[in-house]
């Protein structure tokens, strides 16, 4: 297995992400990052070396301690005290996946050389990544602005030998994990534990997960909608081209042409329809579905700049001989995005669960709640219910963070983005949309075996027939938890 290089001479991208990811790649730090690196710690220690003008959080205090002065010979233990003190997180543990991501984003952001780390430290990062040794992170306690400082704390309590991982399935405390693997806690030198702390490695780390999963749940959408369309019986003519062409918008657009293909070849599409239109949830999936890939695509720019970038503070410019204090780690354009994206791709779950509404209906010749005798069963009534409860919890969490402010750090930090609040939640609403997805193709296949012996599109079809191998059709009341479940991890076995 080739090694991925971090290299400022890249671009890192989703779809790069996704590579790693997918090849289980390790991670190694290209000879230009590495004097990138370098070069800029060699600069500080000098700078130090030679001035003793106050430089924020290299000899002074943090936030609105900036104005204390620290001794030179208490600066090492400035930079530990600063990982242990924020290092106070709550809430549910970070799941494994991003956290994983979290190294690989402060790696990368770390190896343009702005940082003044020593080069030791970021290859520990990367001892962890290629180890899959995965600091214990928790949900909560990121304002988003002065970066992501607890969590980030979280991720850098094991560089020093402190703290817990997750490794080979089980938690531990990092120091027996580093004796085990044979690696020193790292000491840190001046402005290394602000280097690690400032940034939006939570937040990029959370969006760039969000990002992987919505560009499958917009193919999903498509795919499943599709199924449903053919189960009730709709018309094709919304998604014909020429109809788009003139409303050009580009995921309209790709989404008529989606349903076209998958639809290509059904028998019940063919037949004659008694309907002249279908209900807006049907015949308005490309501007709705379509309206959600654009944004989707919107995010995707704004977090691949974001992952490509230096975010932490102070930053250290050793060719114009300049260490700048300002505010790169505040992530206002992250918190804004995932808002976006948030209320995106709940609109796909949204009317995932109106096209479930209108199957269960007992119109288009299909039996009240998808059973042959309702009353006797109530068949598909309540999973409707369930996704009605999903659908008005992900309005609940479309409430944007962004919006948020709280003074923090004695007014120092007068305004912050609440950006960790926006990728959790989330984070929430696309797990919460998948579920719903799965309800969907649960009643929309039954939908299917209605409309035998007509048969559905070859795609369809052979989707269906795997489907069935798993769920089969309901002719009977049952527990349907049980259905649920075993469609949802069907959905996520699908491959687009």
């Known amino acids: 297995m080739t090694p991925y290089s971090i290299s400022t001479d890249k671009l890192l991208t989703l779809k790069g992400i996704q590579q790693i990811i997918d090849s289980n790649a390790t991670l190694v730090l290209s000879d230009k990052a590495k004097q990138n690196i370098v070069t800029c710690r060699e600069y500080l220690d000098k700078k130090m070396a030679s001035q003793k003008d106050p430089i924020y959080g290299i000899n002074t205090g943090f936030g609105s301690l900036c104005n204390v002065i620290i001794p030179d010979n208490e600066l090492e233990q400035l930079q530990t005290n600063l990982v242990m003190s924020h290092a106070c997180g709550m809430g549910e ?7 994983r991501l979290m190294l690989l984003l402060k790696i990368q952001s770390l190896s343009y050389g702005k940082s003044a780390v020593q080069l030791q430290t970021v290859e520990r990062l990367i001892d962890l990544y290629n180890h899959k040794v995965y600091p214990i992170v928790y949900e909560q306690g990121s304002l988003g ?3 992501d400082l607890s969590p980030l704390a979280h991720l850098s309590l094991p560089l020093l030998g402190m703290g817990e991982v997750n490794y080979q399935g089980n938690k531990y405390q990092a120091s027996v994990v580093l004796k085990q693997l044979g690696l020193e806690p790292i000491k840190l030198k001046s402005k290394e534990g602000l280097a690690l702390l400032n940034g939006t490695q939570f937040m990029s780390a959370y969006g760039v997960w969000c990002l992987l999963k919505s560009n499958k749940l917009n193919s999903l959408a498509d795919l499943i909608g599709a199924i449903s369309l053919d189960g009730f019986d709709g018309r094709i003519e919304p998604f014909k081209d020429n109809i788009h062409i003139i ?91 995932l808002d976006f994206l948030s209320i995106a791709i709940a609109e796909l779950g949204s009317i995932s669960e109106r ?8 119109i288009r010749n299909l039996p009240a709640f998808l059973v042959a005798k309702p009353g006797l ?10 996704a009605a409860s999903i659908v008005s ?36 609403v696309i797990e919460n949309v998948e579920k719903l997805f799965a309800i969907e193709l649960l009643n ?36 349907m938890y049980q259905e649920l479940e075993a469609t949802l991890q069907f959905v996520k076995t699908i491959t687009i």
């Open 93 to 99: 543990e970070v799941p494994m996946e991003i956290v």
């Open 145 to 147: 602005a002065s970066g």
């Open 247 to 337: 409303r050009p918008h580009k995921g309209q657009l790709q989404t008529a042409r989606a349903i076209r293909e998958i639809l290509n070849g059904s028998e019940i599409l063919a037949q004659k329809k008694v309907q002249v239109q279908d209900p807006y949830s049907f015949r308005c999936i490309p501007q709705v579905h379509g309206a959600t890939k654009d944004a989707t695509a919107y995010v995707t720019s704004v977090f691949e700049t974001e992952i490509n970038s230096v975010t932490d503070n102070p930053t250290v410019f050793p060719e114009d001989d300049e260490i700048i204090s300002g505010g790169n780690f505040h992530g206002q354009p992250l918190a804004i995005s």
């Open 355 to 362: 096209r479930v509404y209108q199957l269960i209906s007992g």
């Open 377 to 386: 069963n109530s068949g598909f009534m309540i999973p409707q219910y369930t």
């Open 393 to 428: 919890q992900n309005k609940q969490l479309c409430t944007p963070a962004s919006i948020d402010s709280i003074v923090s750090s004695n007014g120092q930090e007068d305004h912050v983005s609440m950006g960790a609040n926006a990728a959790t939640k989330c984070h929430k």
């Open 444 to 479: 929309a296949s039954q939908a299917i075996e209605f409309r035998r012996p007509l048969k559905s599109s070859p795609k369809i079809e052979n989707l269906l027939s795997e489907f069935r191998k798993l769920i089969p059709f309901i002719k009977d009341d049952k527990i």
